[in-house]
């Protein structure tokens, strides 16, 4: 298993800017797919951005389209997600998620993101 620990949130004002980042122990982390997900206070849990084990491809929620930017680090072993144009409705605990080829899945502990109106 791999230790995945999110970092970088914090209290924001709408219109403003987070960067969350992603560390991980192991090669594992650069081998696999990584997603970025959010949990709003009483909502379920939803996907927000997805990168590749290359780096090269990405995907976001239609909610965030525009605004975030997921990228990979791998000398750092790490992966950040770049918040811009907040709003209040991107208030959530951000969870870092790893997919192993098998299905498998790793999650990090979350950290709290609050965007104030």
């Known amino acids: 298993q791999v230790q995945l620990v999110e970092s970088g949130g914090g209290l924001v004002q709408t219109g403003g800017s987070l960067r969350l980042s992603c560390a991980a122990s192991?090669?594992?982390?650069?081998?696999?797919?990584v997603s970025w997900h959010r949990q709003a206070p009483g909502k379920q849990r939803e996907l927000v951005a997805t990168?590749?084990?290359?780096?090269?491809?990405?995907d976001y929620a239609d909610s965030v389209k525009g605004r975030f930017t997921i990228s990979r680090d791998k000398a750092k072993n790490t992966v950040s997600l770049e918040m811009n144009s907040l709003k209040p409705e991107d208030t959530g605990i951000y969870y870092c998620k790893l997919v192993y080829m098998n299905g498998e899945e790793d999650w990090g502990q979350g950290t709290q993101v609050t965007v104030s109106s």
């Open positions: 990168i590749s084990q290359d780096g090269f491809n990405t």
């Open positions: 192991g090669s594992a982390f650069s081998r696999n797919i």
